[in-house]
Every structure is written in structure tokens, then in C-alpha cells.
């Protein structure tokens, strides 16, 4: 496994791997690599002979006040499960090799980033957005893969290339879940043992919700009140949203028909959850 960290030497180590046709699969990380991440690497190493991972804390993408600072970094280690899950090349550039001193663009995706995450974090798609098309640039992958943990950073990112008329093939893969069905998430290193088994209500809510969209109980207003009672009802916690969108366009639904995605962000102690489900309500005469 190679570790290069300047955007020259990546190309230089890429190029002639692309034009003797080889297909480069790419898992851009922030680091801090849990079984979710792991579960990219595997399908990338599964479907293309060159398998890229990058680890970058983007500062473009944190807001003031968030975790930027305290997110974790445990570099020697995120190597050791590049290493074990057969990634060939990690890219692990300084903050001066993305951001050069002056750059003043910004990738920015309309409409699909107005709600959900994106109303109550201003700006930050706009910088998931602008970093993964710098290193889209950088590393020109034939599939780049993400997880659906992050629904809207995936139909965000899959608008961008579709709209940039880039020929990447966006891959999103299930969401790794731990055994009692806690979201795996690098920010659930700040749960307190208390606060992680109060998390355990997201998905349990969640898989309450599925399972009355499924039986045809799909009054979204009803839904999301049951939710929040649930949520509630376990401990202490900051609600962001709780929202059942349709799962293409992300606008909110009144009515759980046709393909939606139910999606909640909890404040829990000092971490900031986010979970959702994808559900398939049936045709429109529900
Ligand atoms: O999902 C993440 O870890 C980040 O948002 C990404 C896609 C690596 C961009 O910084």
C-alpha cells in the first residue's frame, strides 16, 4: 500500500494505471475508519482493479463550533485498515494541498441541499461538495463510494456529477449498523456508556416507523410526532429533524407513499447523530 500526500505525486502514481485501462474505485474518509468505511473498501476492492482511499478532515465542512477540531485523527491506526482491506494507494493530503493559499471556489448543489442536514448546517454541503470534487479531480475514479448513513451527502454528490457531466459512477452501500442496531459513526466515539445505549432510540424509532409505513399506516405528521415521543422519551436530547422525504428529490412527504426515506439528526451529550431508512411504501393508491 502505497501513502502519498501531494496531489503531483498522486497523479504521477495514477496516470499510467488509468490509461492502461485499470479501474480506479475511490472511498474519500475523514479518517477515524470503522466497519462502514471498511464495508467501502470492500466493495471497491470487489469491483475495480485500483482501489483509492482518502483521509481528510475538511475544514470546509465543519461550521463554527463544531468538532473540527476534536475530530478524531488516529492516523497509524486508519493505515492498519487501509492496509488489512487491500486499498493500493491512501491519499492523505495537508489542508495547504487542497485549500492552496487563495483558492476562493466553491462547489455548490442547489435545491437537494436546502433541508434536512442542510438547514441546520449552513454551508456545509458546500464544503463536502467542493472538497469531493477537488479530489474527484485529483484522482478521476471510474466508482467513487459512500455510504448511505448519509443519504443526503449521497443524492448530493450523485446531482453534482450528474450535473458536471462527470463519467463517475456514485456506488452508495448499506448502512453498517453495530450489533444492537446503533448507526456505525466515527462521532460515536464521544458517547458516554449512558448516552450510547440512549442512542440506541434512532434506530429503534426508525425500524418503529418502517415497520407502519410498510403495514400502510403512512400519516407522515403522526409518524414523526410517535418519533419524537420515543426519542424523547429516553433521555435527554436536542432534536434537529425528523423527517419523511421522498428518497430522489429529498422533499418532504404529508403521505408515505412511493419510495421515501425517513432520516433524523439527535443531538445526544456532545455528539450529533444522524440515521435514517429507507423504505419502499408501494404505488400511489395508499
Ligand atoms: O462522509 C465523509 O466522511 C465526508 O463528508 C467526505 C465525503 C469524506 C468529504 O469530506
Known amino acids: 500500500m502505497r501513502k502519498l500526500e501531494t496531489v503531483a505525486a498522486l497523479r504521477t502514481h495514477l496516470q499510467p494505471l488509468s490509461r492502461a485501462g485499470k479501474r480506479i474505485g475511490f472511498v474519500p474518509t475523514m479518517g477515524a475508519l470503522h466497519e462502514g468505511h471498511r464495508s467501502l473498501m470492500r466493495a471497491a476492492r470487489k469491483e475495480c482493479e485500483i482501489v483509492v482511499a482518502s483521509i481528510f478532515v475538511n475544514p470546509t465542512q465543519f461550521g463554527p463550533g463544531e468538532d473540527f477540531e476534536k475530530y478524531p485523527r488516529p492516523l497509524e491506526k486508519d493505515l492498519a485498515a487501509c492496509r488489512e482491506e487491500g486499498v493500493d494507494v491512501v491519499f492523505v493530503p495537508e489542508v495547504g494541498e487542497i485549500y492552496p493559499p487563495g483558492a476562493v471556489t466553491r462547489v455548490s448543489v442547489a435545491r437537494l441541499t436546502e433541508g434536512l442536514c442542510g438547514r441546520h448546517r449552513p454551508g456545509h454541503f458546500d464544503g463536502v461538495t467542493t472538497v469531493v470534487a477537488k479530489l474527484f479531480n485529483i484522482v478521476q475514479p471510474d466508482k467513487a463510494y459512500f455510504g448511505q448513513k448519509d443519504a443526503q451527502q449521497a443524492a448530493v454528490i450523485r446531482q453534482m456529477v450528474r450535473d458536471l457531466i462527470w463519467p463517475i459512477q456514485i456506488v452508495v452501500c448499506p448502512t453498517v449498523r453495530e450489533g444492537d442496531g446503533l448507526a456505525m459513526s466515527s462521532r460515536n466515539a464521544y458517547l458516554s456508556p449512558e448516552q450510547r445505549r440512549q442512542a440506541l432510540c434512532l434506530s429503534k424509532a426508525l425500524h418503529w416507523a418502517q415497520g407502519q409505513i410498510e403495514t400502510g399506516r403512512g400519516d407522515v405528521q403522526k409518524i414523526t410526532a410517535a418519533m419524537r415521543e ?30 421515501c426515506l425517513v432520516a433524523l439528526a439527535v443531538r445526544i451529550g456532545p455528539a450529533r447523530l444522524i440515521d435514517n431508512v429507507l423504505v419502499d411504501a408501494g404505488g400511489a393508491g395508499r
Open 230 to 259: 420515543q426519542i424523547e422519551a429516553a433521555g435527554p436530547c436536542e432534536i434537529d429533524y425528523i423527517e419523511v422525504v421522498d428518497a430522489e428529490t429529498l422533499e418532504p412527504k404529508t403521505s408515505a407513499v412511493g419510495r
